[in-house]
């Protein structure tokens, strides 16, 4: 696809909304402060990137960095595309770095409750450091969350911690993608093996079962 095919902007929030309730699984965008990039394929919109703070409080504390040295990737809200997603996520940081003076790195979760791996990650050379910590949510106002509107509410009733039906919640995988060698050098001694899709996991586990070889695969 040639550049003038391919056309990656920065877009409104309302067609961040339109995006996310149409081609994202949270069907949402994040309540946080977000800057959204577009993305064009011959004049038609294909959905939006959005880097921003996280729901996470201190998401740079592990690393030293104040708040305004690190965000998280918190959508990647695409329709239909031809162009790869690798190439789409590589320009989108590029432009961050540009607006964002002082950005060292950015954080990305991939939810494995949603059958999410990070493969994208991992073909774009992230570092992965491992799965983000558990939690619990509460089924409250017709949905599954631990959200501020859920705190506020056990704040106030306390006891219905007893009474909300609860689940808990496994952590999710956690990359990182440094944006200055320094950074870099400070998170890779932090860098785990990637995870495996869970299809190609079970295949690994049934053909070590069966006493197969399987020759071992790169990470990028």
């Known amino acids: 696809m040639s550049k003038a095919e391919l056309k990656i902007d920065w877009a409104t929030h309302e067609a961040a909304k339109y995006a996310c309730k149409n081609w994202h699984y949270s069907g949402c965008t994040p ?7 577009g993305v064009w394929e011959q004049g038609i919109f294909k959905g939006v ?17 104040k708040t ?14 031809e162009a790869p997603v690798s190439k789409i996520l590589a320009i989108a940081i590029k432009m961050l770095k540009k607006q964002s003076d002082g950005m060292k790195l950015i954080v990305s979760l991939a939810d ?4 999410h791996h990070g493969g994208i990650y991992q073909a774009t050379n992230w570092i992965y450091v ?11 106002r017709n949905k599954w969350r631990n959200d501020s509107s859920l705190m506020r509410h056990l704040k106030k009733n306390p006891d219905a911690k007893k009474t909300l039906p609860q689940r808990k919640i496994p952590g999710k995988h956690k ?3 440094p ?3 320094e950074m870099r050098a400070i ?3 932090l860098a785990k093996p990637y995870p495996k899709r869970d299809k190609q996991a079970m295949a690994d586990s049934l053909g070590t079962a069966a006493g197969q070889h399987r020759p071992s695969r790169s990470n990028h």
């Open 31 to 37: 309540k946080f402060k977000q800057v959204w990039i």
């Open 49 to 65: 990137l959005s880097f921003g703070r996280s729901s996470t409080p201190y998401l740079g504390d592990a690393y030293n960095l």
């Open 68 to 81: 305004t040295e690190c965000c998280e990737l918190t959508r990647i809200a695409l329709r239909e595309h």
């Open 112 to 115: 494995s409750m949603q059958g």
């Open 130 to 140: 491992g799965k983000s910590s558990s939690c619990v949510q509460y089924y409250f």
């Open 175 to 177: 990359y990182l993608m």
């Open 179 to 181: 944006l200055d060698n």
């Open 187 to 189: 998170i890779q001694p």
